[in-house]
């Protein structure tokens, strides 16, 4: 049995977070997690960090993690989910998503719209995140798509099912969104409004970004990639994650590897430039030392596109674990939520995604979703809810 | 001809596809010193551009430039080894105009460069190191944009750009009055502007209590053009725009590079006299106007006849980036090709290699860096299978800054193919 | 690659002494012994120190210089290490057209003949010649889905009449992409435009088949004119070659089915390019021809990330007959060399490379028996040049038309 609480959180946003709540501005109070003890029976538990746990017990109280393990007692009284014979890993997180949200501001060129909040447009009830839902995905960073190069604006961290705009939001800020274009014009804007945050003036969210208290998600072409570095050298605390597009993706793998970059994109094949060779990007990342969040093919937030996308980066040698990660921790490492979020482990959010077999297998259905210990998926259902 | 010269070389010597081993494999002998750093090309044919060509020379790199050449050359030992035995070793060749380097625009060709893409790659696979890059341009305005001249250090952004600006892209035509109007009344009230700073300076170094002058608008540019700090560079096809254009010079003193001439032939002396640069496309044809008995349109010596009149020239193909679509042989993967054209026209050889390394690296600014095979300069090579100016030849191998950035033999681009051979002989019933 | 200037200077004194005898258009039918460095047949290889004698137009004799006497009253001409080779031919121009290449009001338009718009003083004609191209068709454009029919003509003659070698030597069809209309006419689809195409073939066979039935004597009435299918009777029979421009598989692939098993016509689809070698085995089982330009290269369309010219492909695909073109109005026609030279640089030998540009394209036009190569009785079509027509870096320094000096470069200014 495994009671040691999860280690503290790495990063600093916990303890803003935990400051915020104490003074009452923290939103997660708009979540109401079940105060019931929820036992889950599973047949295996693959909880992402550590080995798998053949019939296993989880805990559920107050919405997180109380106990896991093979030799966990159920209490009495414990509403009990039997998963006896199915698979249970935690929910999948999203890393970049532009899920039900309006395209961005257009205007000026570049973009400075650091005001710009994504919270400012929630409204869960949108069949496209229950669909999200039911295909295991739990949490969700939402951004809206740039028109123009620069500070898009604030990114929302959200659960995929909620009640109201409130309780969707996972914490007070979200992260700083960049569309990244190398040319004298964005270079400028960016370069004044991180040196302006450095020092000490400038926009709020984009001081919270250059001093890591949020993550930075920016959208940019490989070919720019050596002059993004070349910008954001001076701001070592920014925790960056990159969503990388263009030919010459494939030609930065070994930068992006050394440089331990976090990279977000799609579980999908891809082509060699100029050629019909497949290429497994995400593979050939994970491989060569970076970080690696997949997204489901063709921005799909529906049916198994996310799992068949993986199912067939395994088959072309994707390590299933690896692959299994990029859906689950790694995302929930870069958006500064791993200490919440991303595995299975005591004290963490008992997002779980319950399978009747190994999530990779294509005949592996999904037959339940919980966040926070409440179901909001279960296949029973026999359609939305 | 040439071909038969090199196959006749190339049958002697054995086909040797260039590979890279160490010195010692190779026996060449050691000399004093650790060659660990060391780059040596060995036994090819060095056309250095600058001093004539080197027959079966041997050329040593260290830190990125060319630390000797010559033949005879012992190499040190543990030296990377390039053998180069039946090939021909020239400067990288310099593109006087490249296009499709940078995307979108930009004020700063430093902010948008990249050491990723495929320009890059295709300008190596086609021996090109280094080239004119324009970002912007006048547009309906008298000047404008921004430009610079930038190596192809694949993977290294810190050693990509060299120069910018390199020059000052005007809108000079008859065609458009009031643009060429506006230019001239700019470039007055700038050269007033020197006259006046000139005053300022001396009576404030005489202690005299005195306003600087306003600063006229497009000032900052002009006066870089008026004190020669930077030329200008000017499309003129015609014979009346190009007279135009050169008025400049006589008015303003300005240093001019003159780009994409089509009747410069008709007007050799007006343009050499005035130590004009010309960067041009031998093989463009224009009609003659039918109407006019003087000569008009084009013609394939406008080359050679500018380069007699003593005019530096640089030589860039029609299309001056790199088209898969159509147009192969017309662009940048055959630039070599382009010089061929003006030695059809009657270019001597070697002025027709000079207009695609030296001379263009010269217009550039950066003469002193590129474009020839010298000691102390970068060590921006191409090994080629055959004469440079032959339609059939390939590049086998670009270095820059010393460093193999192609290999024809492991890119996918050329590999595949194989030099056929030449014409059959008779068939005995055939005569 | 030797210095031109001595050998140049040479060759002034040789051609001046030349032809300061020989004069040129006023004297009827010269006869020469032009000796040669080296003889390019193109079809029989290659004759070193060779010798071809001209009389009446035509190639007389050709063969090493040791073994062909020259006869009495033959003015020789020494171009020392020079070579010499066939004139080139170029089968899909736009030269000399000097108003328009298409009407577009209709999409078939058989009563069209571009040899009315072609202006003999076309400025672009003695460019084109000095490139060493001899012959060309100039053909309508491919807004329409039948633009009308080519005119062949060599590109210089003691008279403008004198040029013209076939006034209607070809049927101009369209069959991708040009005549689309994507406004909803007709063209709006491919499928309305091969409906177009296939009801004027059946009318043009149609109309074929009736007169021979009245000259046969099988029937005793001539059917009624048509002026506007007149044109197409030779066609109908075999005797001239449809030229038919289309893009990549698809179009080659219907072009040559439509073409060739539908309607039994001799034909070339041009263009080609793209994708189209990819049917290039059906073409080579057709018999049909390929001319392609005016790009030879075909890159992501093979997706392997290698370059490679359609030219090789189509060549390696078995089509006997491939030829290049320019497309050009006028001036740029002086390229065609250069798109073969490009096809050698991609992976074609030197002699296949210069089919491209003579007797493939002489044969795909029905004229092989004429022009192309250097053999006894074809037209004295030749270009002296210091090396291959497909090296750029040695100028053309003569060429003949018909047997008569019609550009030499040192009498140019």
Known sequence: ????????????????????????????????????????????????????????????????????????????????????????????????????????????????????????????HQDAYKQAGRMGITTLALTCGARAPGIVGEGALVRTVADDSESMLLSDRGPLVIEFRADTDTLGALRGALDAAKGGSGDALVKLAVQGEVPTLISTSAADLPQLWKLIEPYKDMRVALIVSGSEFLQLVPKLGERKASVILTAAISYEPFTRNRVDLPRLLDEAGA???????????????????????????????????SVTLSPAEMLGLDYRLGSLEVGKDANL????????????????????????????????? | MTRRLFAALLCALALLTPSVVMAEEAG?????????????????????????????????????????????????EGAEVIDARGK?????????????????????????????????????????????????????????????????????????????PVDVNLRYSNGDPRSKALLRQQLRAAKEYLRKKAQFDQDKAAGKKVDPPAMPPGGETLTKLLTGELPARVSAEYSNDILSVLQLVDDFGIRLILEGPIEGWTIPEAIGRRKVDVIMTPRTQAERDRYISAPTGSSNEQAAILSRAGVRLAIIPPSTGFGLWGGFGEDLFTLPLEAAHAVGGGLPEDRALEAITINSAQILGVGDRLGSLQVGKDADIIVMDGHPLDYRTFVELTLVNGKVLYDKSKSRLFSHIRDKGDLPEAEPAGQ | MARLAPARALLCVLAAAAFARTGLADEASPRYAIRAGKVVTVTRGVIDHGLLLVSAGKIEALGPADKVAVPAGYEVIDVGDRWIMPGMVEIHSHC???????????????????????????????????????????????????GGYGVAFKTWGATKQDRIIRRISIMKMTQAYNPERPGGDIGASRMGMAWLIRQY????????????????????????????????RPVMRGELPVLIHTYESWGVGMTTHMFADEYGLKGIATHAEWTGHNVGEAVARKHFAINVGPGVVSFTAVG??????VVVEFVERGVENVSVNTDAFGFDQAYLAGQAAMAARLGLDDQTALKLVTINPASAILLGDRLGSLEVGKDADLVVKKSSLLDPSTPVEMVFVNGRLAYRRDAKH
Not at chain 2, 127 to 146: N, S
Not at chain 3, 202 to 227: C, I, V
Request: one cysteine or more; aromatic letters at 4%; a negative charge.
């Open chain 3, 201 to 232: 073939l059946d009318s043009a066979r149609d109309y074929e088949r009736s007169w021979e039935a009245y000259e046969q004597g099988e029937r005793k009435t001539p059917p009624a004119t048509n002026l506007g299918l007149e044109f197409s």
């Open chain 1, 1 to 124: 049995m495994r009671s040691t609480d999860i280690a503290p959180p790495r990063g600093t946003i916990r303890l803003a977070a935990a400051l915020l709540a104490g003074l009452g501005l923290l939103p997660a109070a708009g979540w109401c997690a079940g105060s019931a003890v929820v036992a889950v029976r599973a047949g295996r538990v693959v909880p992402i960090v550590g080995d798998a746990i053949d019939n296993g017990v989880i805990l559920i109280e107050a919405g997180r993690i109380k106990a896991l393990g093979a030799d966990v007692a159920v209490p009495e009284g414990a509403e009990v989910i039997d998963a006896a014979g199915q698979s249970v890993y935690p929910g999948l997180v999203s890393a970049w998503s532009t899920l039900g949200i309006s395209p961005g501001p257009g205007g000026s060129r570049p973009a400075t719209n650091a005001k710009h909040q994504i919270a400012d447009e929630l409204y869960p």
């Open chain 2, 28 to 76: 060449a002998k050691p000399a004093g010193g650790s060659g660990k750093g060391v780059v040596a090309i060995q036994g090819g044919d060095l056309y250095t551009i600058t001093d004539g060509v080197i027959r079966g020379g041997t050329l040593l790199i260290e830190a990125g430039k060319i630390t000797a050449l010559g033949t005879g050359l012992s190499v040190p």
């Open chain 1, 291 to 325: 970080k690696v969040a997949c997204l489901p093919p063709a921005a799909a937030y529906d049916g198994d596109a996310l799992r068949f996308g993986l199912a067939e980066l395994v088959r072309g040698s994707f390590d299933a674990k690896a692959a299994l990660r």
């Open chain 3, 96 to 146: 000399g057209v000097g108003w328009g290449i298409n009407d577009m009001v209709s999409q078939i338009n058989p009563g069209m003949r571009v040899g009315d718009d072609v202006d003999p003083d076309a400025p672009a004609i003695p460019a084109v010649l000095a490139a060493g191209v001899t012959t060309v068709q100039s053909v309508p454009g491919s807004g329409t889905n039948h």
């Open chain 2, 88 to 164: 021909v070793v020239m400067p990288g060749l310099v593109a006087a105009r490249l296009s499709g380097l940078i995307r979108g625009d930009t004020k700063k060709i430093a902010d948008a460069l990249g050491p990723y893409g495929s320009t890059i790659t295709f300008a190596l696979a086609s021996g090109v190191t280094a080239g004119y890059v324009q970002a912007g341009g006048p547009g309906d305005q008298p000047f404008g944009g921004t430009n610079a001249v930038v190596k192809l250090t694949e993977g290294d952004l810190e050693g990509m750009l060299l120069r910018e």
């Open chain 1, 353 to 385: 995604l319950i399978a009747d077999g190994d999530l990779l297998d294509v005949k592996t259905r999904i037959s339940r979703v919980l966040i926070e210990g409440t179901t909001v998926y279960d296949a029973a259902w026999g359609g939305l809810r």
């Open chain 3, 304 to 309: 392997d990330g290698r370059v490679h010219s």
